[in-house]
């Protein structure tokens, strides 16, 4: 009998799914509004990754280097006497989890750690330097419904991969132009775009400010300013005065688009009809992406695309905004936690002082995710490591202990979307093999082994409580699958915003590029796959040297010989590739598809330097510098 139920992974669509244990299949629910009866690759082919040959499905013990089996309670006694030892200093115990799931349960760890006083880690590998930039301008993370969109003359996407991510959206767009609305798509190419946009732009990666404010330079230099629209602005002489001492050519040149493709991008914005702006994840991982978000945000304000249907930007909304929160229910006060920079890691361990002795990691495959994770692999060698995951990645054979979770289709939670507005209720669909179980369980038996036990709240418990705080019923969401939480179908309609004085902000700086490196010329840009999600990704798939794209216009192109192995260099060290034409990248851009593992020698992040965003302790990731070359 098919179950309907949710995709739990790090995924704006957030998709109901109909789920069939016995045929092991997968697909859209047709009764979702949003879902529409069809999903991506990652989520049809979710089956495979539960029946995998290599999953983990009984409890590891490392011992003497190797890891043999264990039964509950023999690897969950050993866990709670080390947890026990580290809890006279709290402060070295770590607790390290990522978005490898979500849900309302999901949060059981950060809460259980917490309650015994842990570090935990802060910055973000993922989305967090936009979701600032955003707050900063608009005072509140927020968009029109995904489906207003429809509504849109013409739609700029600014960078967003849709061919590989958010498949939802690019079945918006396909409607959009339909209906007869155009796309005009920012990028440094390599992204599938060309298939669904009307005229492309390629651009320097991590120069869009650059390329927003040249709009903005000729908004000024045309008179073309709505007064409605700079009266609802707090700061807008300070932009115009930063526009003002900026050059037209100075502009173009840091973002190397020729100053043809800036008028016309003035023309899309500034003809009538509203035009809507998608937002990419990609042009915030890089050193200034805050920037970029904020000056993309400015162009839509200025041309008068906020507050109306059929315009406004899209990056991202909380997926969390729907959903109280249970953590009350355990911690009574918060406690202030040790905290270390999750994207430099390995040095930040290296400088604990105390030492971490304990490392308990969730939902994150953490010493594959972040840069220079060398480092990190070898900070985790000395204390006692605890690893809840299901195969033997990069930080899974860092671990003592290795504790097979249920995965998604095999427990019950209830989450968010962070694009669309509906509360998902994903539903216990298939049975977990050997020994594996919900996370939630594992932490309800660790708490009662503890000296001084934790005692963990009923899971529905959990549920009702941050179901009750938004409003929703959990009976109601059983039974129907999902709920449509209320947010206005127009955000900041009338231009209000979320300020306390209801007004707009502008970004107030505009920082230089840092110039390129003679010795690494190029930009390494480690970008999403379509068929597996982050580093979530069979053995199998990852047998031979690791591909990189380029143009045959990237000056590296020619002086390789085929004949000979290629490596792609950066100051951090070097790793051997193969090499495959893309023209429709930007002359300088390498491209690598993120994830893959350090033990395969598919890792990129082996030699990427930890940088941070100008904002939000994002990660710039893109804003590594590179070269090829023949050894």
Not at 430 to 447: E, S, Y
């Amino acid at each position: 009998m098919p179950t309907i139920t949710a995709c739990t992974m790090d995924c704006g669509d957030c998709c109901s799914l109909v789920v069939d244990e016995a045929k092991r299949s997968v697909r859209g629910n047709p009764a979702h509004p949003f879902t529409k009866g069809f999903c991506c690759r990652k989520g049809t082919r979710y089956f495979d990754r539960l029946d995998a040959d290599d999953r983990i499905t009984t409890p590891l013990i490392k011992e003497n280097g190797a890891f043999r089996e264990a039964s509950w309670d023999e690897a969950l006694d050993l866990v709670a006497a080390r947890l026990d030892a580290a809890r006279v200093r709290p402060e070295t115990i770590l607790h390290v989890r990522g978005h490898g799931y979500r849900g309302i349960l999901a949060a059981a760890s950060p809460i259980f750690f917490k309650k015994l006083g842990a570090s935990t880690t802060y910055g973000s590998v993922c989305d967090d330097t936009g979701i600032t930039a955003s707050i900063r301008d608009f005072g509140v993370l927020h968009h029109n419904d995904p489906e207003d969109i429809l509504n849109a003359s013409r739609i700029i996407n600014w960078g967003r991969d849709l061919t590989r991510c958010s498949i939802h959206q690019l079945q918006l767009v396909h409607k959009a132009r339909k209906r007869g609305a155009e796309v005009l798509t920012i990028s440094p190419g390599g992204d599938g775009t060309p298939e669904f946009s009307d005229v492309n732009i390629i651009i320097r990666p991590g120069t869009d400010r650059f390329l927003a404010a040249a709009v903005l330079k000729l908004y000024l230099e045309a008179g073309d300013l709505n007064p409605w629209v700079l009266n609802r602005c707090a700061n807008w002489p300070a932009l115009r005065g930063l526009i003002d001492g900026c050059a037209l050519a100075d502009l173009t040149r840091m973002c190397e688009v020729p100053t043809a493709d800036v008028e016309m991008l003035y023309d899309w914005y500034a003809d009538t009809g509203n035009v809507a702006t998608i937002i990419g994840w990609g042009l915030q991982r890089h050193l200034y992406g805050g920037e970029n978000v904020r000056f993309i945000n400015a162009l839509a304000m200025i041309s008068g695309n906020v507050g109306v249907s059929g315009g406004g930007t899209y990056f991202n909304v909380s997926s969390a905004r729907n959903l109280g929160s249970w953590e009350h229910l355990m911690v009574d006060a918060p406690a202030e936690q040790r905290r270390f920079l999750v994207q430099d890691l390995g040095a930040e361990l290296r400088r604990a002082d105390p030492p971490v002795e304990f490392i308990w990691v969730d939902g994150h495959n953490v010493v594959n995710q972040v840069p220079d994770c060398l480092a990190v692999a070898d900070a985790f060698r000395k204390p006692f490591v605890v690893c809840v995951d299901g195969f033997f990645h990069d930080t899974a054979l860092t671990a003592d202990v290795i504790l097979p979770p249920a995965l998604m289709f095999e427990r019950e939670d209830v989450l968010g979307s962070f694009l669309h507005n509906y509360v998902q209720y994903c539903a216990k669909a298939a049975n977990p093999p050997g020994q594996c179980r919900a996370d939630f369980d594992i932490l309800i038996d660790l708490g009662s082994r503890l000296a001084e036990p934790v005692t963990m709240p009923d899971p529905e418990a959990c549920l009702e409580e941050s179901l009750g705080q938004g409003g929703f019923s959990l009976e109601e969401l059983r039974t129907n699958g999902f709920i449509k939480a209320r947010h206005p179908y127009v955000a900041f309609e009338g231009m209000r915003f979320g300020h306390p004085d209801g007004l707009y902000r502008f970004p107030e700086s505009l920082t230089p590029e840092p110039a390129r490196d003679p010795d690494y010329p190029l930009q390494l840009l480690t970008v999403v796959r379509g068929k597996t999600l982050h580093s979530q990704i069979a053995e199998k798939d990852q047998r031979g040297i690791p591909r990189v794209w380029v143009s045959k216009r990237n000056p590296a192109w020619a002086p390789l010989n085929p004949a000979q192995d290629v490596y792609l260099v950066t100051p951090q060290g070097a790793m051997q590739v193969q090499v495959d034409v893309d023209e429709t990248l930007h002359p300088r851009a390498v491209v690598m598809r993120r994830g893959g593992w350090m033990k395969m020698g598919h890792n990129a992040n082996v030699i990427i330097k930890p940088m941070v965003t100008d904002m939000g302790d994002g990660t710039a990731y893109y804003s590594q510098h590179c070269r090829l070359e023949n050894r």
